[in-house]
């Protein structure tokens, strides 16, 4: 009989402590496409000429440590973008960049277990440029910039340990091009989905 409530005990713990939860300590590793589509009119140059920047997609990477069962902090990172530039659908130019973004984000439903995770998150990122080339000198000498991340994400659970997730940041990225003192408003939205393992 001891036995048996030794069992049963022991059966109710387990239930009363969900697989799925987040701990302090907790490490995920997510991998997966990753597109940067910035806004439209990204720089006026003047007399009704409109540059826009067109979206790329590469391999994107995050790491997420959890700082407690309900607070994590994000780093995103990414294979380098190369965006073209165009007027009226004409090409005039690439640059390449890199935007490393890192930030808090918050887990509701940690407690809960569930195989559904979501999290919204606030960050700063970081953009700098390189390798400009083009038909205009304006194209060139983008400076580097700082700006806000908000994003939001969600991950679905297949056991304790690997995931599905599909995440979105909508990113403050505002270059100055220092060639006619004016700013490259790219403001991207930025779309990942991928897999991961929580360690």
Do not use: C
Request: hydrophobic share 45%; aromatic share 8%.
């Amino acid at each position: 009989m001891k036995l048996v409530k030794t069992l049963l005990a022991a059966s109710v713990a387990m239930i009363a402590v969900p697989t799925m939860a987040y701990e302090a300590g907790d490490i995920m590793v997510k991998a997966g496409v990753i597109n940067v589509n910035p806004k439209d009119d990204n720089l006026n140059l003047g007399g009704g000429t409109k540059v826009q920047v067109e979206d790329d997609t590469q391999l994107g990477l995050t790491l997420t440590y959890m700082v407690t069962p309900h607070i994590g902090v994000e780093v995103l990172a990414a294979t380098p973008f190369k965006h073209s530039a165009t007027i009226d659908g004409d090409r005039i130019g690439t640059t390449q960049h890199l935007p490393p973004t890192v930030s808090v984000q918050y887990y509701p439903l940690s407690a809960s277990g569930s195989e559904w995770q979501p999290y919204v998150g606030l960050g700063v990122n970081h953009t700098f440029f390189y390798d400009e080339k083009g038909a205009l000198d304006t194209l060139k000498g983008l400076d580097r910039s700082w700006g806000l991340a908000y994003s939001a994400g969600l991950n679905y659970h297949i056991d304790d340990n690997w995931m599905a997730n599909v995440a979105v940041w909508k990113v403050d990225i505002d270059a100055e091009l220092r060639a006619v003192g004016k700013d490259v408003e790219i403001d991207p939205l930025v779309i990942m989905v991928g897999a991961g393992y929580k360690f």
